[in-house]
């Protein structure tokens, strides 16, 4: 099955500064990369997600890289605010088993102000 | 739309005793998957259902986890008997696996067994 890797686990940012997240998988089928952010006590909820026809996608202050022949996909957040602050994790799926995502161990972010 | 629905919230309760928790998708949306967080081990997929069928329970820890999905719109996650290490926060999530691959989760229900 699918097995993805996230790094680092925990990163600590000044304000204004970017802050990277790197993502590997092992399934060349997966085919759409989701990323989520969870506050302290919430739920997880989808802030940006790339399909595998697409190299970058941007929204704002954050984007999303995903090479397909290295197999791994990166979270940019630039000029980060302390509101960044939070656990973000990292999926792949194969659009055809039902949804079935395979989440990364997550990263803790933390932004000083 | 009110989002994916869990009840309850919050539940406390004595190691021994049946836990049941509930989860109402998203309208329309036909896979339902039940996750657990805890510090330790992070966020684990316990079973999933598309079309209201289990397609996946490799993730349930044990024999004392069971789930069920009646119909499109309600599954639960029954723990009997509890124990105290199955302390967590307990996500139900839901998707259209037709079109947008993105789950939806809901606020989650913390659960303490003492």
């Known amino acids: 099955g699918e097995n993805v890797e996230q790094h680092p686990s925990t990163l600590s940012v000044q304000e204004g500064d970017s802050a990277v997240i790197k993502c590997t998988y092992s399934?060349?089928?997966?085919?759409?990369f989701p990323w989520y952010k969870q506050e302290l006590g919430k739920r997880p909820q989808l802030i940006i997600d790339?399909?595998?026809?697409?190299g970058e996608k941007k929204d704002q202050r954050i984007a999303v890289t995903l090479n397909k022949t290295a197999k791994h996909f990166s979270l940019h957040i630039t000029e980060t605010q302390p509101e960044d602050s939070a656990v973000y994790f990292c999926a792949a799926l194969f659009n055809t088993n039902a949804g079935k995502s395979t989440f990364g161990d997550g990263t803790t972010l933390t932004v000083k102000p | 739309d009110a989002g994916v629905i869990q009840s309850p919230r919050h539940e406390v309760t004595e190691m021994g005793q049946e836990v049941t928790l509930r989860c109402k998708p998203i309208?329309?949306?036909?896979?339902l998957f039940w996750y657990r967080q805890t510090m330790m081990r992070g966020l684990e997929l316990l079973i999933y259902?598309?079309?209201?069928?289990?397609?996946?329970d490799s993730g349930m820890p044990e024999d004392r986890f069971s789930a069920k999905m009646p119909n499109a719109s309600f599954s639960t996650l029954k723990i009997q008997p509890s124990e105290p290490r199955d302390s967590a926060v307990y996500f139900c999530a839901s998707l259209t696996d037709t079109a947008q691959e993105t789950q939806y989760f809901g606020p989650g229900t913390r659960l303490l067994v003492l």
């Open positions: 259902f598309n079309n209201n069928v289990p397609i996946d």
């Open positions: 399934d060349s089928a997966s085919n759409y």
């Open positions: 309208s329309g949306h036909n896979s």
């Open positions: 790339i399909r595998s026809n697409v």
